[in-house]
């Protein structure tokens, strides 16, 4: 089983630059979040999904977007990159009696 | 609103040692309630959860946790702890029904001296 599984694994991106994070498990796991982990702030909820077709905002889910269009996947858009932007994004996916398994995460640097 | 709190930011212990980590949640209704850990440089483990029953629930590697209810909180302890403890340690809860989402504290960096 690989889990969850993010890529990439790290990045940079320049202001104002678009990039997707992808996310993919493959536990069937029916919910599915993404949290950015900034210093002494703990996790923070983006977005997370209940399911296939059916997402919701989070905490901080300003200038990004998602989807899930498969049960599999989950990706997370950055619409227009800014350093407030740089964290470590991290994708977990959980069923319903059970606690989240997360990714490795991805460390984003925006310039 | 919904929040976990986690009292102490940072802790140093010496090996053997005891552990008490705080955390109190606000989230309406029924709750599970989490304690992750992370590794230097790794992501984030799930140490223990409590769902019902017990509320005094036992995890991986001699952790465990109460779940007090009358007082919303979910203590993390361990007896005695060894130098490969060193982590950070975050608590999390969610409701039982509805949209399953989770709240994180802000963590508890704790370092183990040999």
């Known amino acids: 089983n690989a889990g969850v599984t993010q890529t990439p694994k790290f990045q940079v991106l320049k202001t104002g630059q678009s990039m997707t994070l992808q996310c993919a498990q493959d536990m069937n796991h029916e919910y599915m979040s993404w949290y950015r982990q900034d210093p002494g702030m703990g996790l923070r909820l983006i977005h997370y999904?209940?399911?296939?077709?059916?997402?919701d905002q989070g905490e901080v889910p300003n200038g990004y977007n998602v989807s899930r269009s498969t049960t599999e996947d989950f990706p997370l858009r950055l619409l227009s990159a800014a350093p407030s932007q740089t964290s470590v994004y991290f994708c977990a996916s959980s069923s319903r009696n059970y606690g989240y398994t997360f990714g490795s995460g991805t460390r984003l640097t925006v310039v | 609103a919904q929040s976990v709190s986690q009292h102490n930011h940072h802790v140093i212990l010496s090996e053997a040692a005891s552990l008490e980590l705080g955390c109190n949640y606000s989230?309406?209704?029924?709750?599970?309630l989490f304690w992750y850990v992370q590794y230097p440089g790794q992501h984030l483990q799930l140490l223990l959860k409590y769902f019902s029953g017990d509320p005094l629930v036992k995890g991986i590697k001699g952790f465990e946790a109460e779940f007090i209810k009358s007082k919303f909180s979910f203590n993390l302890r361990k007896p005695s702890v060894q130098w490969s403890d060193t982590a950070e340690y975050f608590c999390a809860v969610t409701s039982t029904s509805g949209t399953y989402k989770y709240i994180f504290g802000t963590g508890t960096r704790l370092k183990v001296l040999a």
């Open positions: 989230y309406g209704g029924t709750v599970n």
């Open positions: 999904s209940v399911g296939a077709g059916i997402t």
